[in-house]
Protein backbone atom coordinates (compact mmCIF):
# COMPACT_ATOMS: atom_id res chain seq x y z
CA UNK A 1 0.00 0.00 0.00
CA UNK A 2 2.49 2.43 1.37
CA UNK A 3 4.91 1.33 -2.45
CA UNK A 4 1.30 2.40 -4.34
CA UNK A 5 1.52 5.76 -2.60
CA UNK A 6 4.87 6.45 -3.48
CA UNK A 7 4.38 5.90 -6.85
CA UNK A 8 1.39 7.95 -7.50
CA UNK A 9 3.38 10.75 -5.51
CA UNK A 10 6.00 10.13 -7.94
CA UNK A 11 3.66 10.50 -10.66
CA UNK A 12 2.48 13.57 -9.42
CA UNK A 13 5.65 14.94 -8.99
CA UNK A 14 6.90 13.77 -12.69
CA UNK A 15 3.45 15.29 -13.98
CA UNK A 16 4.14 18.50 -12.27
CA UNK A 17 7.81 19.20 -13.41
CA UNK A 18 6.92 18.24 -17.02
CA UNK A 19 3.92 20.91 -16.57
CA UNK A 20 6.74 23.47 -15.10
CA UNK A 21 9.31 22.34 -18.05
CA UNK A 22 6.52 23.32 -20.62
CA UNK A 23 5.85 26.78 -19.16
CA UNK A 24 9.15 27.93 -18.57
CA UNK A 25 9.94 26.79 -22.43
CA UNK A 26 6.33 28.77 -23.30
CA UNK A 27 7.24 31.56 -21.48
CA UNK A 28 11.33 31.52 -23.17
CA UNK A 29 9.18 31.75 -26.67
CA UNK A 30 7.00 34.38 -25.97
CA UNK A 31 9.53 36.52 -24.80
CA UNK A 32 11.32 35.33 -27.39
CA UNK A 33 8.96 36.55 -29.83
CA UNK A 34 8.26 39.48 -27.71
CA UNK A 35 11.96 40.81 -28.34
CA UNK A 36 11.87 40.57 -32.09
CA UNK A 37 9.36 43.26 -33.12
CA UNK A 38 11.75 45.53 -30.74
CA UNK A 39 14.64 43.76 -32.63
CA UNK A 40 13.04 45.26 -35.53
CA UNK A 41 12.52 48.47 -34.83
CA UNK A 42 15.66 49.08 -33.52
CA UNK A 43 17.38 48.57 -36.51
CA UNK A 44 14.88 50.56 -38.48
CA UNK A 45 15.95 53.53 -36.12
CA UNK A 46 19.65 52.83 -36.90
CA UNK A 47 18.37 52.88 -40.34
CA UNK A 48 16.67 56.59 -39.91
CA UNK A 49 19.80 57.81 -37.64
CA UNK A 50 22.42 56.93 -40.55
CA UNK A 51 20.53 58.53 -43.47
CA UNK A 52 19.79 61.47 -40.99
CA UNK A 53 23.51 61.53 -40.96
CA UNK A 54 24.31 61.89 -44.24
CA UNK A 55 21.65 64.37 -45.56
CA UNK A 56 23.11 66.71 -42.69
CA UNK A 57 26.63 65.46 -43.95
CA UNK A 58 25.63 66.49 -47.83
CA UNK A 59 22.94 69.22 -46.77
CA UNK A 60 20.80 67.72 -49.03
CA UNK A 61 17.64 69.27 -47.99
CA UNK A 62 15.01 68.27 -50.65
CA UNK A 63 10.91 68.91 -50.91
CA UNK A 64 8.15 66.19 -50.34
CA UNK A 65 6.00 67.02 -53.84
CA UNK A 66 3.26 68.39 -50.71
CA UNK A 67 5.77 71.31 -50.23
CA UNK A 68 6.03 72.19 -53.44
CA UNK A 69 2.52 72.49 -54.42
CA UNK A 70 2.97 76.25 -54.02
CA UNK A 71 5.01 76.27 -56.93
CA UNK A 72 2.52 74.48 -59.15
CA UNK A 73 -0.13 76.77 -58.12
CA UNK A 74 2.43 79.67 -59.18
CA UNK A 75 3.53 77.81 -62.39
CA UNK A 76 -0.31 77.98 -63.32
CA UNK A 77 -0.51 81.50 -63.03
CA UNK A 78 2.72 82.89 -64.82
CA UNK A 79 1.37 80.40 -67.77
CA UNK A 80 -2.03 82.75 -67.57
CA UNK A 81 0.37 85.73 -67.43
CA UNK A 82 2.39 84.99 -70.28
CA UNK A 83 -1.14 84.04 -72.55
CA UNK A 84 -2.12 87.56 -71.35
CA UNK A 85 0.48 89.48 -72.43
CA UNK A 86 0.73 88.03 -75.49
CA UNK A 87 -2.74 88.88 -76.32
CA UNK A 88 -2.00 92.02 -75.29
CA UNK A 89 0.50 92.90 -77.85
CA UNK A 90 -1.85 92.82 -80.90
CA UNK A 91 -3.98 96.18 -79.08
CA UNK A 92 -1.51 98.25 -77.37
CA UNK A 93 0.05 101.12 -78.69
CA UNK A 94 3.74 100.33 -80.77
CA UNK A 95 5.63 102.55 -79.01
CA UNK A 96 4.45 100.60 -75.31
CA UNK A 97 4.67 97.16 -77.33
CA UNK A 98 8.04 96.26 -76.12
CA UNK A 99 6.97 96.72 -73.00
CA UNK A 100 4.71 93.85 -73.13
CA UNK A 101 7.02 91.69 -74.66
CA UNK A 102 9.21 92.24 -71.65
CA UNK A 103 6.49 91.61 -69.37
CA UNK A 104 5.49 88.02 -71.31
CA UNK A 105 9.20 87.14 -71.21
CA UNK A 106 9.51 87.45 -67.96
CA UNK A 107 6.56 85.89 -66.90
CA UNK A 108 7.87 83.03 -69.18
CA UNK A 109 11.10 83.05 -67.20
CA UNK A 110 9.32 82.80 -63.88
CA UNK A 111 7.51 79.59 -65.81
CA UNK A 112 10.79 77.80 -66.35
CA UNK A 113 12.38 78.98 -62.76
CA UNK A 114 9.35 77.23 -61.41
CA UNK A 115 9.47 74.21 -63.17
CA UNK A 116 13.40 73.77 -62.80
CA UNK A 117 12.12 74.04 -58.89
CA UNK A 118 9.85 71.50 -58.96
CA UNK A 119 12.20 69.19 -60.88
CA UNK A 120 15.14 69.84 -58.61
CA UNK A 121 13.75 71.82 -55.09
CA UNK A 122 17.15 73.68 -54.19
CA UNK A 123 18.58 76.79 -52.80
CA UNK A 124 20.00 77.38 -56.45
CA UNK A 125 16.52 76.95 -58.11
CA UNK A 126 14.59 79.05 -55.43
CA UNK A 127 17.19 81.92 -55.90
CA UNK A 128 16.56 81.40 -59.96
CA UNK A 129 12.82 81.97 -59.09
CA UNK A 130 13.51 84.76 -57.14
CA UNK A 131 15.95 86.31 -60.34
CA UNK A 132 12.77 85.69 -62.32
CA UNK A 133 10.00 87.51 -59.97
CA UNK A 134 12.47 90.51 -59.78
CA UNK A 135 13.12 90.90 -63.52
CA UNK A 136 9.33 90.49 -63.58
CA UNK A 137 8.27 93.04 -60.98
CA UNK A 138 10.89 95.76 -62.76
CA UNK A 139 9.36 95.25 -66.21
CA UNK A 140 5.43 95.65 -64.87
CA UNK A 141 6.81 98.52 -62.86
CA UNK A 142 7.68 100.19 -66.27
CA UNK A 143 4.80 99.12 -68.07
CA UNK A 144 2.62 100.82 -65.33
CA UNK A 145 4.62 104.00 -65.61
CA UNK A 146 3.91 104.02 -69.13
CA UNK A 147 0.71 103.77 -69.22
CA UNK A 148 -0.13 106.11 -66.85
CA UNK A 149 2.07 108.74 -68.75
CA UNK A 150 0.28 107.88 -72.08
CA UNK A 151 -3.26 107.34 -70.55
CA UNK A 152 -3.86 104.15 -72.21
CA UNK A 153 -6.83 102.78 -72.73
CA UNK A 154 -9.07 101.26 -70.03
CA UNK A 155 -7.81 97.62 -71.44
CA UNK A 156 -4.23 97.99 -70.93
CA UNK A 157 -4.58 99.65 -68.13
CA UNK A 158 -6.68 96.87 -66.25
CA UNK A 159 -4.55 94.04 -68.09
CA UNK A 160 -1.11 95.82 -66.44
CA UNK A 161 -3.17 95.71 -63.24
CA UNK A 162 -3.67 92.44 -63.49
CA UNK A 163 -0.40 91.22 -64.33
CA UNK A 164 0.73 92.97 -61.50
CA UNK A 165 -1.45 90.93 -59.14
CA UNK A 166 -0.76 87.76 -61.36
CA UNK A 167 3.08 88.83 -59.95
CA UNK A 168 2.26 89.74 -55.93
CA UNK A 169 0.33 86.48 -55.66
CA UNK A 170 3.19 84.27 -56.62
CA UNK A 171 5.70 86.45 -54.13
CA UNK A 172 2.68 85.66 -51.50
CA UNK A 173 3.34 81.87 -51.94
CA UNK A 174 6.94 81.67 -52.23
CA UNK A 175 8.53 80.55 -49.45
CA UNK A 176 10.40 83.33 -48.17
CA UNK A 177 11.95 85.07 -45.23
CA UNK A 178 9.36 87.34 -44.62
CA UNK A 179 6.75 84.58 -44.58
CA UNK A 180 8.48 82.59 -42.11
CA UNK A 181 9.40 79.98 -44.89
CA UNK A 182 7.82 76.89 -46.05
CA UNK A 183 9.63 73.51 -44.80
CA UNK A 184 11.90 72.30 -48.12
CA UNK A 185 12.54 69.25 -46.38
CA UNK A 186 12.40 65.89 -45.65
CA UNK A 187 11.20 64.08 -42.96
CA UNK A 188 14.62 63.10 -42.15
CA UNK A 189 15.89 66.75 -42.19
CA UNK A 190 12.94 67.94 -39.64
CA UNK A 191 13.78 65.38 -37.56
CA UNK A 192 17.57 66.34 -37.71
CA UNK A 193 16.68 70.26 -37.22
CA UNK A 194 17.94 71.39 -41.01
CA UNK A 195 17.41 74.66 -41.47
CA UNK A 196 14.37 76.00 -43.83
CA UNK A 197 14.62 76.35 -47.57
CA UNK A 198 13.48 80.20 -48.11
CA UNK A 199 14.46 82.63 -50.66
CA UNK A 200 14.87 86.15 -48.94
CA UNK A 201 11.97 88.72 -48.94
CA UNK A 202 10.89 90.14 -51.76
CA UNK A 203 9.88 93.79 -52.23
CA UNK A 204 7.69 94.54 -54.92
CA UNK A 205 8.00 97.79 -57.02
CA UNK A 206 4.88 97.26 -58.79
CA UNK A 207 1.24 97.70 -57.40
CA UNK A 208 -0.01 94.52 -56.99
CA UNK A 209 -1.78 92.87 -54.05
CA UNK A 210 -2.77 89.16 -53.32
CA UNK A 211 -6.23 88.08 -53.39
CA UNK A 212 -5.59 84.43 -52.79
CA UNK A 213 -5.90 84.06 -56.48
CA UNK A 214 -5.36 81.31 -58.74
CA UNK A 215 -5.28 80.14 -62.12
CA UNK A 216 -8.66 80.24 -63.14
CA UNK A 217 -9.18 83.35 -61.62
CA UNK A 218 -6.67 85.30 -63.23
CA UNK A 219 -8.14 83.87 -66.53
CA UNK A 220 -11.73 84.67 -65.60
CA UNK A 221 -10.52 88.71 -65.30
CA UNK A 222 -8.96 88.42 -68.41
CA UNK A 223 -12.27 87.18 -69.85
CA UNK A 224 -13.82 89.83 -67.64
CA UNK A 225 -11.49 92.23 -69.62
CA UNK A 226 -12.35 90.93 -72.41
CA UNK A 227 -15.79 90.95 -72.50
CA UNK A 228 -15.45 94.62 -72.88
CA UNK A 229 -12.67 94.68 -75.75
CA UNK A 230 -13.30 92.37 -78.23
CA UNK A 231 -10.06 93.12 -80.01
CA UNK A 232 -8.25 90.63 -77.48
CA UNK A 233 -8.18 87.28 -78.76
CA UNK A 234 -9.15 84.11 -76.46
CA UNK A 235 -6.27 82.45 -74.23
CA UNK A 236 -4.43 79.56 -75.34
CA UNK A 237 -4.25 78.00 -71.56
CA UNK A 238 -6.98 75.81 -71.21
Same mark, same amino acid.
Not at 59 to 79: D, H, L, Y
Not at 146 to 151: E, F, R, S
Not at 189 to 207: D, R
Given at each position: ????? %? ?7 ? #?????? #? %? ?15 ? !? ?19 ? %??TCTPAEQSWAKVAEGIATVAVDAAGAAKSIIDPAAAPLIAEVENAFGAIVKSLQSYQA ?20 ? #? ?12 ? !? ?7 ? #? %? ?73
Amino acid at each position: MENGQ %NNGSDWKEA #ARARVE #A %NKRRYCAEEIEAGRAPW !TKMWQATKLVLMMTALALATN %NFTCTPAEQSWAKVAEGIATVAVDAAGAAKSIIDPAAAPLIAEVENAFGAIVKSLQSYQANASAGTLAAVSAAVETADANI #ASLEVAVKNQGSAE !TISALTNTF #A %NALAEIVALMPTTSTGGMPALTGLNVMAGAPQLTAPAIVLKSHGSPKGWKAKDFKAEYNRIRKHDKRLRKLKTT
